[in-house]
T-cell receptor, first 117, second 111 residues
């Protein structure tokens, strides 16, 4: 079974440019997460989707970040315009419907390493 | 708010040495606790978990016991291998269902 797929794996851009990351979750997983991992830190949740609905986007900087999950499957995270401080690894994760179990393991993709120059 | 504190790395050990990576947490209520591992170039993988006090999670020779009295969830392995070299993250999940991660500890095992 394929895991969580992310692309691109690496991206280098100049500040003020836009950038987009794509994630395809594990088939059948209703919940999708985007995390940001700064160098030397643990991942921090940016947004969580249940199907196509964003149920927790409290940590998403909405002035420059946006995300969508059309049709409740794959998802895109966008930054426009990018700033130097956005350099980080952006991780996508997915899990089964959290309403059906006390805990559903989150499966992580390999991440996209963004460098803003 | 909820938080996780884990020992800073890097931790450098020789093969077959005993490993301990300390993790303590602050949380309201009764969180679930996890250890994730990130091998070079790969995504995070769940290593083990414990959902209530005194539970012991174990996997691949690693163990951690949920200690409510000391708010700790230390990771241990009796004999590490070179293939265990990775970054290890302690995490908790509280009432909001959100995973809160520690800063990670790099383990380097030398042959």
């Amino acid at each position: 079974e394929a895991g969580v797929v992310q692309s691109p794996r690496y991206k280098i851009i100049e500040k003020k440019q836009p950038v987009a990351f794509w994630c395809n979750p594990i088939s059948g997983h209703n919940t999708l997460y985007w995390y940001r991992q700064n160098l030397g830190q643990g991942p921090e949740l940016l947004i969580r989707y249940e199907n196509e609905e964003a149920v927790d986007d409290s940590q998403l900087p909405k002035d420059r970040f946006s995300a969508e999950r059309l049709k409740g499957v794959d998802s895109t995270l966008k930054i426009q315009p990018a700033e130097l401080g956005d350099s980080a690894v952006y991780l996508c994760a997915s899990s089964l419907d959290p309403q059906r179990a006390s805990y559903n393991e989150q499966f992580f993709g390999p991440g996209t390493r963004l460098t803003v120059l | 708010g909820n938080s996780v504190t884990q020992m800073e790395g890097p931790v450098t050990l020789s093969e077959e040495a005993f490993l301990t990576i300390n993790c303590t947490y602050t949380a309201t209520g009764y969180p679930s606790l996890f250890w994730y591992v990130q091998y070079p170039g790969e995504g995070l993988q769940l290593l083990l978990k414990a959902t209530k006090a005194d539970d012991k999670g174990s996997n691949k020779g690693f163990e951690a016991t949920y200690r409510k009295e000391t708010t700790s969830f230390h990771l241990e392995k009796g004999s590490v291998q070179v293939s265990d070299s990775a970054v290890y993250f302690c995490a908790l999940r509280g009432a909001t269902n959100k995973l809160i991660f520690g800063t990670g500890t790099l383990l380097a095992v030398q042959p």
